[in-house]
């Protein structure tokens, strides 16, 4: 293992053979991986999948069964107080308190991390200012609308300006538009002072629009791990074109199949294919050309990228509503098991 | 440990902003200290009596009128003259009568004839306070019967004379300390392990448990608010009780502050009894379910209601690990007796050791992890 200091020069995480085991269940199966300093991590996968335990290892909330993990230069196991000072956390379940005020849910939690008197008061102000919470400083969390108690719980999690932020599925069950005014927060969270930032989602599209780098994590295992863009070059013919000439190529399909780009060629009729392809764009040039070549006219084209959606597909077999099967979660110490 | 009263703070925030805690704490001890108050220890009164007397002669008239001078005057029974001894038993056993008294034929003649006369009292035993009361009066009224009319100079016979050294105490003040207990017990329940459990099922220690806060910090926050919030509803209830059931000279200082000692330690056993208790619990069930049975378990052994000495014996070993009795036996000796701390240095022993028992479980038990 890497001494510490050297770890926190550029690495914030440093996950190595993780596991977790609620009685015959592995929630999380030897999960080892890095996170760099400065860079938006995502966790993606369904429901169960072993996001929330991951996470919950790496805050210190629950204690692994075998492996360890470097968060912030510090031992998640030898030195978890360490730990807990150089992170903030936004759990997935609302942890603040629904009959307190917002500003005094953040000055609470700012005296959990040692922050008092004037400090304490300047903190929360500016917590509340950047959350766009400032006017509803004296307004119960429980008269907070999802969204704004989600910004609440962000606001809580900053007060110790941590060096990394951990959120667990910081959008789910918000309004489109809460998710997008969540988005924006947590990109800008990332633009000040290079903080490191740490999500699960089960959405594509969060994952899609807020990680630098990207694991998807599917019964406890991370199946593929790279930055977004990568992980969806990666699928063979994910590409997908249609197009309908007029009039019809000479040798129909066969044209098509010629192209080096092309994968494969479905005929839909009336002059109409559809096209898979490694790369969409690069195919799109080809057809342009062939087209020109045989003086046809292309009546219309539409290229669908890959989306993550195939790249999950692809990797776990199955797509990511049916993957709850055998969920997990880890939770509070209940009998009978996690929940 | 200053992040500690990170916890105290948001509970007394909560506190004051939401009285409800406190009234829902106080309304049971104070309405059973009112009501049991005055529905028990008062004496029995207005008892209907069926006299049957089957004698007829000058003696029995003098039975008659000691009977009636106390249905006008002390008033346990008022007198009914039946002629059938048969109807008299039969209505004793529908409920008309309390009691039926017998003066039995020849009961003047054997009066007379110093033939030891038995008069006859049949009791409805199913109530057993009516029969005592209507028992030991008659009792007395045969005493008198029996007296000399000349009283010797010098009493041939041995007499006890019994001296109270404290003015008269009425059950009301008997139960004060138990309300106070029960007060604080209450608060225990509800500020301490019903808030503690739905805090955890709402997720409020997750965000705790995310921040250093250490063990100890969270331990100590949760039991400094929750003694805190218990002596609150003590004070109170001690303070509104004595005032309501008059206890003598209860406002001298050195006198409260013993009192409020003992209700800090009681507050401290309790609340550390509870977090003991509910250390590794998380459904919200499980407090609601055994309030009552901790209710019983504590409260009715402690001789907050009826002395422990009238107890079977296992009752009194229950009573001798009850916590309460300890704290009930304290508050009981400074309310009503104000004989100062020395009297009570057993109890402030017993609820210490039962405060760090409790505590040292809890530490033990209470985990920092989810």
Redesign the interface.
């Known amino acids: 293992m890497e001494a510490p200091s050297q770890s926190t020069n550029d690495v914030a995480i440093e996950v190595e053979g993780i596991s977790k085991r609620f009685g015959a269940l592995l929630a999380v199966d030897n999960v080892s991986f890095e996170v760099q300093t400065g860079a938006i991590f995502g966790l993606l996968g369904p429901n169960g999948a072993g996001k929330s335990t991951l996470i ?1 290892m790496l ?5 692994p069964t075998s492996g360890t993990a470097v968060v912030a230069g510090h031992d998640i196991i030898r030195d978890p ?1 360490a730990v ?2 150089s ?1 903030g ?1 936004i ?1 997935q ?5 629904p ?2 005020t917002c500003a ?1 849910n953040i000055g ?2 700012a ?4 922050i ?1 008197g004037a400090r304490r008061r300047q903190r929360t102000a500016e917590l509340l200012e950047a959350v766009g919470l400032a006017d509803r400083a004296n307004a119960l969390a429980s008269t907070l609308s999802g969204g704004m108690r989600r910004r609440l719980e962000i606001a ?1 999690g900053m007060v110790h300006d941590p060096q990394i932020l951990f959120l667990d599925e910081p959008t789910t069950g918000l309004d489109p538009a809460s998710r997008i005014s969540v988005w924006e927060m947590i990109t800008h969270l990332r633009v000040q002072q290079g903080r490191t930032l740490f999500l699960t989602t089960h959405y594509m599209d969060e994952a899609d629009r807020l990680c630098d780098r990207l694991a998807i994590v599917d019964k406890g295992r991370i199946v593929a791990l790279d930055s977004p863009v990568a992980l969806k070059s990666s699928v063979p013919g994910a590409s997908r074109i249609e197009l309908q000439f007029e009039p019809d190529l000479p040798h129909g399909a066969a044209d098509l199949e010629a192209l080096p780009a092309v994968k494969s060629v479905r005929a839909l009729g009336s002059a109409t294919y559809r096209i898979s392809s490694d790369r969409g764009p690069a195919s799109a040039q080809e057809l342009l050309e062939l087209a020109r070549q045989h003086k046809l006219e292309l009546k219309s084209l539409s290229v669908q990228s890959t989306s993550l959606d195939d790249v999950f597909l692809h990797y776990t077999g199955h797509g990511l509503a049916e993957g709850a099967e055998g969920a997990v979660t ?5 009998k009978g098991g996690p929940r | 440990m200053m992040r500690a009263f990170a916890l105290v703070e948001r509970d007394m925030r909560k506190f004051r902003r939401s009285p409800a805690l406190l009234f829902a704490s106080l309304v049971m001890p104070l309405l059973q200290l009112i009501i049991l108050g005055n529905a028990f220890g008062g004496n029995i009164k207005n008892v209907i009596l069926g006299v049957v007397n089957l004698d007829r002669g000058p003696q029995s008239v003098d039975v008659l009128e000691r009977v009636r001078a106390v249905g006008a005057n002390a008033r346990t029974f008022l007198p009914t003259d039946y002629d059938d001894q048969g109807a008299a038993i039969a209505d004793l056993r529908k409920g008309v009568l309390g009691g039926v008294l017998i003066i039995p034929l020849h009961y003047s003649r054997d009066m007379l004839e110093q033939h030891q006369p038995h008069l006859a009292l049949i009791t409805d035993n199913t109530d057993r306070s009516v029969a005592g009361a209507v028992g030991a009066q008659m009792a007395d009224l045969v005493a008198s019967i029996n007296a000399p009319h000349v009283a010797p100079r010098e009493a041939p016979q041995a007499a006890l004379d019994v001296v109270e050294v404290y003015p008269y105490i009425d059950y009301m003040k008997y139960l004060l300390p138990g309300s106070v207990a029960l007060a604080i017990f209450m608060t225990a329940m509800i500020g301490g392990g019903l808030l503690f459990i739905d805090d955890k099922s709402r997720g409020l220690h997750e965000g705790y448990m995310v921040t250093p806060i250490t063990k100890w910090e969270l331990i100590l926050g949760f039991n400094l608010s929750g003694v805190i919030k218990a002596m609150l509803a003590g004070e109170t209830i001690l303070v509104l009780g004595a005032v309501v059931a008059g206890v003598p000279n209860f406002f001298q200082p050195a006198r409260l502050l013993e009192l409020t000692l003992m209700v800090a330690l009681t507050s401290v056993a309790l609340i550390g009894m509870m977090f003991f208790i509910m250390a590794r619990i998380s459904d919200p069930l499980v407090p609601r379910a055994i309030f009552g049975v901790l209710n019983t378990l504590l409260f009715f052994p402690s001789g907050a209601i009826y002395p422990i000495a009238g107890f079977p014996r296992w009752l009194r070993w229950l009573s001798a690990a009850d916590p309460f009795t300890y704290a009930v036996h304290g508050l009981r000796t400074l309310l009503l007796k104000d004989v100062g701390i020395t009297a009570i240095t057993g109890d402030i022993f017993a609820l210490v050791l039962t405060s760090a028992l409790v505590l040292a479980g809890a530490t033990l038990l209470f985990r920092r992890t989810l």
Request: glycine share 6%; no cysteine; hydrophobic share 30%.
């Open positions: 919950r805050t210190t909330l629950v204690p107080n807990r000072e992170i956390v759990p379940n609302m942890t603040s308190d009959e307190l005094e609470i939690h005296r959990l991390y040692g008092t809580r880890a939770g509070p110490a209940k």
